[in-house]
């Protein structure tokens, strides 16, 4: 079977996963998050790849990339991830600043933070292309007449994940290894699933706090940390907001959910919190600490399998790895 063969079923086996779920029966159904498919090209891919090669970005703008990009700006640490993961890492000559870049990406030069990068930093290291920079200084860029390419804008999906590591892997003619990352994340995520798919849907919520006390910001349909909640088993008592929404200490303690997944660095906030102390997750020492930027990221499943093997711990006997 051809890599590219593995990857469209992988993906098909996600839908046909929660296609599954969305068909067992019990109260919480309609607070269960649908599991949105990949927009990847699924195409074999062309080796070496055929430039100029074409790619729509997040406006729907087509953009030309007219030969192999030998000089590699990252906006993200993401896209630094993938980068390395696909074996690109070589050709990239600078990168978003982030403590969550890989280890491989400690000594290249940083163009500042991914919300507000140094355009001129970026220019001076005369990239080829440019991955992840959005707004301002995008068009900065662009009007300097570099290439950027941002194929997701934000990232409110797994299959968002799938479709940057294959956007990346077509435009650094790294495709076959971009296809076979996305294939093993895929796998990891259904074997993972598949762990928890019958089990009874226990009461969690994801929810992000600067401080101990409101504003929280709840995880709810249409975020990534939701439907990485229903991957694992749970239930979100923020199902029926949007997205990540501010959302007040009264309607917390309403909601009352049995485990809470938050940051690591934010757990205090919750379990440090008098106003909190009845809430069953703190009562039972369930805030459990899942890296923010960790379901955004390559290592997304390794984020699903801690939130699976908290919710159901008896679905991960110790010595299971798979």
Not at 33 to 39: E, F, I, M, V
Not at 59 to 75: E, F, L
Not at 123 to 139: N, S, T, Y
Not at 244 to 262: A, C, K, M, W, Y
Request: glycine share 6%.
């Amino acid at each position: 079977m051809h890599r590219w063969s593995k990857y469209l079923l992988l993906s098909l086996i996600l839908f046909a996963a929660f296609t599954l779920l969305l068909a067992t029966p019990g109260p919480s159904l309609s607070a269960r998050q649908p599991l949105a498919t990949s927009t990847v090209e699924t195409t074999a891919c062309p080796s070496p790849t055929v430039y100029p090669l074409t790619i729509s970005d997040d406006r729907g703008r087509v953009i030309t990339i007219p030969q192999r990009p030998m000089r590699i700006v990252s906006g993200a640490a993401l896209f630094t991830e993938v980068l390395f993961d696909i074996g690109a890492g070589s050709r990239v000559v600078g990168v978003a600043a982030s403590p969550d870049n890989p280890a491989e990406a400690s000594g290249l030069p940083q163009v500042g933070p991914s919300f507000q990068p140094n355009v001129e930093k970026i220019i001076a290291l005369k990239p080829d292309v440019i991955f992840d920079v959005m707004g301002q200084a995008r068009d900065a860029l662009e009007n300097a007449g570099l290439i950027v390419v941002t194929p997701v804008g934000f990232i409110s999906h797994v299959s968002d994940i799938l479709d940057i590591t294959d956007a990346v892997g077509r435009v650094t003619d790294n495709c076959s290894q971009a296809q076979v990352l996305a294939g093993q994340l895929s796998e990891a995520i259904v074997r993972l699933e598949s762990r928890v798919l019958d089990l009874e849907r226990v009461s969690s919520a994801f929810i992000y706090a600067s401080q101990d006390s409101p504003p929280f910001f709840a995880a709810g349909r249409g975020a990534i940390e939701s439907e990485l909640l229903a991957r694992a088993g749970g239930r979100n008592v923020f199902a029926d907001i949007q997205g990540v929404q501010q959302v007040g200490l009264e309607s917390l303690i309403n909601r009352d959910p049995d485990f809470i997944f938050t940051d690591p660095s934010q757990v205090k906030y919750f379990t440090g919190n008098k106003l909190l102390a009845n809430l069953k997750a703190v009562k039972s020492g369930q805030v459990i600490g899942i890296k923010a930027s960790s379901v955004t990221s390559t290592r997304v499943a390794e984020a699903l399998r801690a939130m699976a093997q908290a919710l159901h711990p008896d679905a991960f006997p110790p010595k299971s790895h798979k």
